[in-house]
T-cell receptor
């Protein structure tokens, strides 16, 4: 069964520092991978996704993530944190070989709350 | 920009009562989903809905749960007889037609359900 693990339920960084949020997946076949962000009182917003092609994907707000098959990882990074990046971040996966039998069900990690200090 | 909306934002109910959570997906979307997140736990898939029928459901989605799209715009989740363990944030999501892995699921802001 597919699973997603996010290391660290809370990450705290200073404004301007590197943001690194970790995500590992467990799947017999590399899945499609997603990062969502949730700001207070809002829905989950897609930051970026990896399906096929280039393993380094860029998303909104300066975030990027690299798919590393050998490490079964899809860590999210941002070179310089802003105060506005404070939110909860979710890594999610869905099977890439689902064809017509899966309708896009996402499996989520437990979420990482990012705090940015001035 | 189109968005998924959910009502109510918060609901408090007594154990054993029926609740209906409402969602308005993005208008041209064809696939609809419910997820939930119990406090401190992962976001969990409940059910997917396509072409007016359930296409996939999780073990959580037992006979106490049902979904429907009554009028072509709303998408509802009904819990027939709520239990304490149903207390959670419930998210609705929708996506357009296309390859399932490529098309983005758009999420609503959630309904926080508290069962007393």
């Amino acid at each position: 069964a597919q699973s997603v693990t996010q290391l660290g339920s809370h990450v705290s960084v200073s404004e301007g520092a590197l943001v690194l949020l970790r995500c590992n997946y467990s799947s017999s076949v590399p899945p499609y991978l997603f990062w969502y962000v949730q700001y207070p009182n809002q829905g989950l917003q897609l930051l970026l996704k990896y399906t096929t092609g280039a393993t380094l994907v860029k998303g909104i707000n300066g975030f990027e993530a690299e798919f590393k098959k050998s490490e079964t990882s899809f860590h999210l990074t941002k070179p310089s944190a802003h105060m506005s990046d404070a939110a909860e971040y979710f890594c999610a996966a869905r099977p890439s070989n689902a064809g017509g039998t899966s309708y896009g069900k996402l499996t989520f990690g437990q979420g990482t709350i990012l705090t940015v200090h001035p | 920009e189109p968005e998924v909306t959910q009502t109510p934002s918060h609901q408090v109910t007594q154990m054993g009562q029926e609740v209906i959570l409402r969602c308005v997906p993005i208008s041209n979307h064809l696939y609809f989903y419910w997820y939930r997140q119990i406090l401190g736990q992962k976001v969990e898939f409940l059910v997917s809905f396509y072409n007016n029928e359930i296409s996939e459901k999780s073990e959580i989605f037992d006979d106490q749960f049902s979904v429907e799209r009554p009028d072509g715009s709303n998408f509802t989740l009904k819990i027939r007889s709520t239990k304490l363990e149903d207390s959670a944030m419930y998210f609705c999501a929708s996506r357009a037609r296309g390859l399932a892995g490529v098309e983005t699921q758009y999420f609503g802001p959630g309904t926080r359900l508290l069962v007393l």
